[in-house]
Antibody, heavy 121, light 107 residues
Framework: EVQLVESGGGLVQPGGSLRLSCAAS????????MHWVRQAPGKGLVWVSR????????SYADSVKGRFTISRDNAKNTLYLQMNSLRAEDTAVYYC??????????????WGQGTLVTVSS | SYELTQPPSVSVSPGQTARITCSGD??????AYWYQQKSGQAPVLVIY???KRPSGIPERFSGSSSGTMATLTISGAQVEDEADYYC??????????FGGGTKLTVL
């Protein structure tokens, strides 16, 4: 069974840092591109970042570029999001999502349950 | 930056057809994907590559795309279809983008 489990969320002060993790299981993690998507309370989904299967290529939304870094450890089946210089507007539930390559190409076929990041003093 | 535009809300009675639109300049060249999100839950894929339906998604869900507009159609909407729906696509550089979301009310 495919599972994605996020962790690392919490309360952080403006300007602070946080690292989110997404533990993957039930599939060959190293074969899939992975994404982070966030959702502010009561608001819509926002794409944040993606990383290719071997970690050699990344992409970021303009709103987080230069502050956030996506990475992965295929040996540990884990996706990361390092978030620096956090702002109040980064407050959101952060989801990791798998981009499928076979059954539903380029779609997000599995999502984690999300982890809440709150940026406040 | 690239944007996808959706109506904030759509309302239908049970059994009626609900249509949710998504407009974006790159849609003639990029696929649209549709996600359903019920309150407190993670999103679920309901349409991929403009018009394909994943396994397990009811046949009443369909998608189409023409020019700069993609459309999600729910034929014979049911109360359990009440949710937020988001279109998703990518821009010319491959960055992802979601539409603002459409709240579907079925009552």
């Amino acid at each position: 069974e495919v599972q994605l489990v996020e962790s690392g969320g919490g309360l952080v002060q403006p300007g602070g840092s946080l690292r989110l993790s997404c533990a993957a299981s039930g599939f060959t993690f190293s074969s899939y591109w992975m994404h982070w998507v966030r959702q502010a309370p009561g608001k819509g989904l926002v794409w944040v970042s993606r990383i290719n299967s071997d970690g050699s290529s990344t992409s970021y939304a303009d709103s987080v570029k230069g502050r956030f870094t996506i990475s992965r450890d295929n040996a540990k089946n884990t996706l990361y999001l390092q978030m620096n210089s956090l702002r109040a507007e980064d407050t959101a539930v952060y989801y990791c999502a798998r981009e499928d390559i076979v059954v539903v190409p380029a779609a997000f076929d599995y999502w984690g349950q999300g982890t809440l990041v709150t940026v406040s003093s | 930056s690239y944007e996808l535009t959706q109506p904030p809300s759509v309302s239908v009675s049970p059994g009626q057809t609900a249509r949710i639109t998504c407009s974006g300049d790159a849609l003639p060249k990029k696929y649209a994907y549709w996600y359903q999100q019920k309150s407190g839950q993670a999103p679920v894929l309901v349409i991929y590559e403009d018009s394909k339906r994943p396994s397990g998604i009811p046949e009443r869900f369909s998608g189409s795309s023409s020019g700069t507009m993609a459309t999600l159609t729910i034929s014979g909407a049911q109360v359990e279809d009440e949710a937020d729906y988001y279109c998703y696509s990518t821009d010319s550089s491959g960055k992802g983008v979601f539409g603002g979301g459409t709240k579907l009310t079925v009552l």
